[in-house]
């Protein structure tokens, strides 16, 4: 489904019942799915969350009189924990009477939706749901976003849901197809069994017994091998989903089809031009590893225009080749070696098939077996086939993350100032978004010399990761630069003027700083003077290594709607005392306190009072673990 724009759903002229008929709840009750959390499904609740940054995701299945949940993400209690609820709470359901999508950007303004007791209850006011159907094209649920306040849906978001719910739909059809391909290895054994029973029941039937018995172990092999590619199914979208990375998703992908469906494969991803441009190689005996990895080296150059797999990218055509030979492979590359490695690695019976996300060709996946195994058929070229389309969906999911996350980073770099050279005092500044996150943040550091020569140092956090979030950061700092420029004010004074002028100008938002300011006092010491709102406390590393602590009253946060008293403090900096700045991804993580990080920090910072400055800064961000959120630092030194 394409969608051009954000657009509602047509009112309809009556609330829909569930569809019941027989044949849509049988396939529902085939899924095997329950009102219980099935990780697979809970995963992809968890991309449509991320994706279209959606407190609560759906997988909804609708039976005859209510609507549960195998996947779910952001959902309150207590239906989070029934992951159930009555169709008296559903808007799912009109998706499967119609069979097509609902869009609504605030369903308090439907003529008949906001009657539902999914907006009070529930908290549904935006709703994007897309259908989930069977092999038959039945529709037995929705993937669907919700916001607990009016959004209008973009294109882009609308088409991402599509995506989604297409290979949440092959999931459920896995689940299906994996329910009857059990059923089938059963009936299998029963036969089997029927047979052996047959053949003690008489000697003068031995010969049909054994003939039955020979067609139930072949219906048995026939099933498990099945079952096998179905399970390869089932578990490739798991083994795709842990990772955005394009590199680790095709290894993954090799190993995964080698040697349940082949004894090599190779996966290509193409270039804008259509041509191998990174390609991926597994094998099934590890002896043969370096020649399938050089095999893959030549694939990006030594591919002539009659090769298979070229032909593949530049028509989106799969390839099936039950009785194949090392001419294909001569034909199809440049020079000797090509041919000579197939050889080495057992080269007869191969297939490929393109990978696909939203008709667009990325890449091929190829096939091969040696003589000494079965020739591919039709069953294979499916499989084949299921496995490029999902594939496809990851990589297109991991290209586009990585787009995402390249803007976010060159915005958020684009905000940091250039620090001033000033007499006396040696500055450096870091700044580290979290692992994985492909938002802005609204941490920030700041510091300007004033005209008299005093410097001027800030840091601050303002609430969240988006787009406003960054926005609020610039304002602030722009603030402080225009409150305290030019004016000896104490930085008490500053702090309140700050957040006088947040109120005054109705910035929404809510945040933490310091605000310092240097200036010789004389005696070849710095005075320095801080003011903290709601801030992590500054530390002083001391010339021979010791750590101080610059705590004092907590005092609120910037943006709040009533005054609040400020005070400042001050110590001095002797020459090699190094002041550092910092804001709270440093010290914080869910599995400990705030009081442990900053003993943490504390210990890392003791006898570091030697190192340069720059790796100073670069020490404290590369000890740290896994980190859960920005981190912006701000260093000053006394020279």
């Not at 000896?488 to 309140?496: A, I, R």
């Not at 700083?513 to 530390?539: E, F, I, K």
């Not at 609120?556 to 403090?569: Q, Y």
Request: with cysteine; aromatic share 4%; charged share 25%.
């Amino acid at each position: 489904m394409t969608y051009g724009s954000p657009a509602e759903v047509p009112e309809r002229a009556e609330q829909a019942e569930p569809s019941r008929e027989p044949e849509r709840l049988r396939s529902l009750a085939e899924t095997g799915l329950t009102a219980t959390a099935d990780e697979a499904f809970d995963r992809f609740a968890r991309l449509v969350g991320d994706l279209l940054d959606v407190p609560v995701a759906l997988v909804s299945l609708v039976d005859a009189d209510r609507q549960f949940f195998p996947g779910e993400t952001g959902l309150a209690q207590p239906w989070a924990a029934r992951r159930q609820t009555p169709l008296s709470h559903s808007f799912c359901q009109h998706v499967v009477d119609p069979g097509s999508p609902l869009v609504l950007s605030d369903a308090r303004r439907h003529p008949t939706l906001r009657d539902s007791l999914a907006v009070p209850e529930l908290g549904v006011v935006a709703y994007a749901g897309m259908p989930l159907t069977d092999l038959q094209g039945r529709v037995l649920g929705s993937l669907c976003a919700i916001d607990d306040k009016p959004r209008d849906w973009t294109a882009e978001q609308l088409r991402t849901l599509t995506d989604l719910a297409a290979a949440c739909s092959s999931e459920l059809r896995l689940r299906i197809a994996l329910n009857g391909a059990e059923g089938a290895k059963r009936r299998a054994e029963t036969e089997q069994e029927r047979a052996e029973e047959a053949q003690q029941r008489a000697e003068g039937a031995q010969e049909q017994a054994e003939e039955a018995q020979e067609r139930a172990e072949n219906a048995q092999q026939h099933a498990e091998e099945a079952h096998g590619r179905l399970e390869l199914l089932a578990g490739l979208s798991e083994v795709l989903a842990t990772t955005l990375d394009v590199a680790t998703a095709l290894r993954r992908l090799c190993d995964t089809m080698v040697p349940l469906l082949a004894d090599w494969a190779l996966v290509t991803l193409a270039g804008p031009d259509r041509m191998p441009r990174e390609v991926a190689a597994a094998h099934r005996d590890p002896a043969n590893r370096s020649d399938v990895a050089r095999f893959a080296e030549l694939m990006r150059t030594r591919l002539s225009p009659d090769s298979i797999t070229r032909a593949v990218l530049r028509t989106g055509r799969p390839v099936l080749v039950s009785d194949g030979h090392l001419d294909d492979v001569r034909r199809g590359s440049v020079g000797p070696e090509m041919p000579e490695l197939a050889a080495r690695l057992g080269f007869s019976s191969h297939l490929s098939v393109p990978i696909t996300d939203a008709g667009r060709v990325l890449g091929c996946i190829t096939l091969v077996n040696g003589p000494r195994r079965r020739d591919f058929d039709d069953r294979d070229l499916l499989v084949a086939q299921d496995i490029g389309r999902r594939a496809g969906q990851a990589v297109g999911n991991s290209r586009m993350y990585g787009e995402q996350q390249h803007v976010a980073h060159v915005l958020q770099h684009s905000m940091l100032p250039q620090l001033p050279l000033t007499d006396g005092l040696e500055l450096a500044a870091r700044y580290q978004p979290a692992a994985d996150r492909v938002e802005v943040g609204g941490d920030w550091y700041d510091a300007f010399c004033q005209p008299d020569g005093e410097l001027v140092a800030a840091i601050g956090d303002v609430a969240g990761h988006d787009i406003e979030a960054a926005a609020t950061m610039g304002q602030l700092r722009n603030l402080v630069r225009g409150n305290a420029y030019g004016r000896s004010d104490p930085v008490d004074e500053l702090m309140s003027r700050l957040d006088e002028t947040m109120r005054g100008l109705c910035i929404p938002a809510a945040a933490t700083a310091t605000l310092v300011r240097l200036r010789p006092d004389g005696t070849g010491r710095q005075r320095v003077t801080w003011c903290n709102a709601g801030h992590p406390p500054p530390l002083v590393v001391r010339a021979g290594g010791a750590v101080e602590v610059l705590a004092g009253t907590t005092e609120p946060l910037l943006g709040l709607n009533r005054p609040v008293p400020r005070t400042s403090r001050h110590t001095h900096l002797a020459a090699g005392d190094t002041l550092l700045l910092y804001t709270d991804g440093l010290i914080e993580r869910r599995d400990r306190s705030i009081d442990e990080g900053m003993a943490e920090l504390a210990a890392r910072l003791d006898s570091t009072d030697q190192l340069p400055l720059g790796e100073l800064c670069d020490l404290l961000l590369t000890a740290a673990h896994h980190r859960e959120d920005d981190v912006a630092l701000l260093a000053v030194r006394a020279t």
